[in-house]
């Protein structure tokens, strides 16, 4: 199939779409946490900013239950055999600060407003995925 305007390119490969949101929202959810970690670490001295790369970790998740699924046959969805985590990044700081804290406020609170609007489309089409699975479920039924 072609690949034309709003289709999406084939990156499940052996995945269900289920996994593909369950991984998608727990780097989501990880990122969200380590974001409110750097505002709540604004004033501790020394205290290294930390993010994650989303699209990388999501990346690095394919490829990894890929590599999983191709050489071990399991039952179960690869999201609970093999556990993900992100790698963690530390932020360069754009201006330095005498106490050695990398947190600048405006970049964290924008990214985790940026990231908590991320987070409830990922939340919303997986809701969606499994709502339409419902009905399609309900009609065979009914």
Known sequence: MD????????VFSGWTKEVFWERALKISEQRLTLLASNIANADTPNYKARDI??????QQAIAASNATTATVKVTSSPAKD??????????IPTQGSVDGNTVEMDTERSS??????????LLQKALDE?????????????
């Not at 690949?3 to 084939?10: Q, R």
């Not at 790369?53 to 999501?58: E, G, I, M, T, V």
């Not at 499994?130 to 009914?142: C, D, P, W």
């Open 130 to 142: 499994y709502k339409e699975i419902g009905s399609l479920f309900k009609n065979m039924v009914g």
């Open 112 to 121: 985790f407003a940026d990231q908590a609007i991320r987070h409830e489309f």
């Open 82 to 91: 093999t556990p993900f985590v992100a790698t963690l990044m530390y932020r």
């Open 53 to 58: 790369d989303f699209r990388a970790s999501l």
């Open 3 to 10: 690949n034309v305007k709003g289709d999406a390119p084939n």
